[in-house]
């Protein structure tokens, strides 16, 4: 049996029981599960507390709700502090249900959060690959920054991968109008890719209209390994590697050992030489390139 990551599943946001969800993952060693405002992140911390082998959690404001960031943010940044990662954050401009400015300010803070406390940052990005792009581009982006539920085409992967990012891709793989999502994948190598389910959200093929749930994400993986021409097994070693690494997840390495302290992970190599040079260099307002 493979061992995936789901690095993005909203357990908390799921009416079902998220023991037995996870209890049905059977192939699924970790979940992180991410906040989308101050009452979901506390959500994910306790989920955490209870199933501290498999879950881990992270603490953020999503894009919806970025209007709120000023009234939640001295309450979430202790939450950041215990979080494995920040997030999720992120610009979403196709729905635009806070103001650009308020996605933009809380973006750029959730940015700096995430470089003052060293832990990754978990992006939402939707129509708006060049302002996400720009952000990263003039702040500082490397291994650490987890696209999250990628969907750009060939492109903007080319682009964003030279900015040293990690690209976690969802069901849109597996969707027959996915071919933009897979031709971008294409060009992604295989140790710059996360997989996850965004549950309850986006079930992929042979389960859309469903509610997505962890046990799914072998199926994400299953699509990757097609437009890759490799065996699941070998994406699925290749993606709990990262996704162990960047949030430290205890058992999920090759040999089982625990993984390094939080600073070494984050600054230790993770894929190519871009991705390590973005990692060396995560001040604010230097371009890793
Ligand atoms: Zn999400």
Redesign the pocket.
């Known amino acids: 049996m493979f061992r995936w990551v789901d690095t993005?599943c909203?357990l908390q946001l799921d009416g079902r029981e998220p023991a037995l969800l996870l209890e049905r993952a059977r192939d699924v060693r970790h979940v992180v599960v991410?906040g989308?405002d101050l009452a979901t992140s506390r959500a994910a911390r306790v989920l955490a507390s209870l199933h501290p082998e498999r879950v881990a959690f992270a603490a953020g404001l999503h894009p919806h709700d970025s209007a709120r960031w000023s009234d939640q943010r001295r309450e979430l940044v202790p939450l950041m502090n215990e979080a494995s990662a920040i997030g999720?954050t992120g610009l979403d401009f196709y729905r635009n249900l806070s103001p650009r400015s308020a996605q933009m300010e809380s973006f750029v803070s959730h940015h700096r959060l995430a470089v003052d406390l060293d832990k990754p940052l978990i992006v939402?990005c939707r129509d708006a690959f060049r302002e996400v792009y720009d952000v990263l581009d003039r702040k500082g982006a490397g291994p650490w920054v987890v696209l999250?539920c990628w969907t750009g085409g060939p492109r903007w992967s080319r682009r964003f991968l030279d900015l040293g990012v990690s690209f976690s891709f969802a069901g849109p793989v597996t969707f027959e109008t996915g071919d933009t999502v897979r031709r971008g994948a294409a060009v992604v190598p295989p140790d710059r890719a996360l997989v996850e389910t965004?549950t309850p959200y986006l079930a992929p093929v042979p389960h859309r209209g469903e509610p997505n749930e962890p046990a799914n994400v072998a199926l994400v993986g299953q699509a990757l390994a097609r437009v890759w021409g490799m065996d699941a097994g070998e994406v699925a070693r290749l993606t709990t590697s990262r996704a162990a690494k960047l949030f430290g997840l205890r058992g999920c390495t090759d040999n089982g050992s625990p993984t390094a302290p939080v600073g070494d992970r984050i600054r230790s190599p993770v894929g190519e030489t871009a991705a390590v040079e973005g990692a060396n260099d995560r001040r604010p307002g230097c371009s890793p390139k």
């Open positions: 993005h909203h991410p989308i999720e939402h999250h965004d």
